[in-house]
T-cell receptor
Framework: GAGVSQSPSNKVTEKGKDVELRCDPI?????LYWYRQSLGQGLEFLIY????????KSGLPSDRFSAERTGGSVSTLTIQRTQQEDSAVYLC??????????????FGPGTRLTVT | RKEVEQDPGPFNVPEGATVAFNCTYS??????FFWYRQDCRKEPKLLMS???SGNEDGRFTAQLNRASQYISLLIRDSKLSDSATYLC??????????????FGQGTILTVHP
């Protein structure tokens, strides 16, 4: 079946511009996660959506970062006034969270963001 | 103790060798655990899930020691294609973290001819 998809796969932007990254989770998955990974580093949690609950935004590094999830499916991560330190791979994952589920997360291929 | 702690390596082993990685975790209430592998410039992919004392899948064996709060991954008969970073993953503790996972920093494995 279809996995998690993300677009664009690569994005080059100038410092100060806004960018939007999109994630389409696996159909039926209730939870959606955004992470970022800088070169040679581990995964940094950004934000978590679960069903209709308020999102867990505890990982967002600044108020320039925001995300929304429309209709419990597609999510958009927006970075305003991009800075060079925002350059990283942004990974989206989804999982089924519910009674008896095991929470395995499945990742999309990521969006490689380069801020020049 | 960190939520998830792994030896970063790198582990450099010849083909055919057996190699083991350990991972310690702090959330004693965790019930499920995972090993992911991540190839260079690729996304993490689920390798194994561990719910009881362990799990075996071909050349890969994961073992869980709840008393000592560690998980191990054993790879037998290493192949060149096993070269990757291996991520230990456990449920996040506390707050509204239901369903969230915490990823370790990863252990780098290089298998050479």
């Amino acid at each position: 079946g279809a996995g998690v998809s993300q677009s664009p796969s690569n994005k080059v932007t100038e410092k100060g511009k806004d960018v939007e990254l999109r994630c389409d989770p696996i159909s039926g998955h209730t939870a959606l996660y955004w992470y970022r990974q800088s070169l040679g580093q581990g995964l940094e949690f950004l934000i978590y959506f679960q069903g209709n609950s308020a999102p867990d935004k505890s990982g967002l590094p600044s108020d320039r970062f925001s995300a929304e999830r429309t209709g419990g499916s597609v999510s958009t991560l927006t970075i305003q006034r991009t800075q060079q330190e925002d350059s990283a791979v942004y990974l989206c994952a989804s999982s089924f969270v519910g009674h008896g589920s095991s929470y395995e997360q499945y990742f999309g291929p990521g969006t490689r963001l380069t801020v020049t | 103790r960190k939520e998830v702690e792994q030896d970063p390596g790198p582990f450099n082993v010849p083909e055919g060798a057996t190699v083991a990685f350990n991972c310690t975790y702090s959330n004693s209430a965790s019930q499920s655990f995972f090993w992911y592998r991540q190839d260079c410039r690729k996304e993490p992919k689920l390798l194994m899930s561990v719910y009881s004392s362990g799990n075996e899948d071909g050349r890969f064996t994961a073992q869980l020691n709840r008393a000592s709060q560690y998980i191990s991954l054993l790879i037998r008969d290493s192949k060149l294609s096993d070269s990757a970073t291996y991520l230990c993953v456990v449920p996040t503790r506390g707050g509204t973290s239901y369903g969230k996972l915490t990823f370790g920093q990863g252990t780098i494995l290089t298998v050479h001819p």
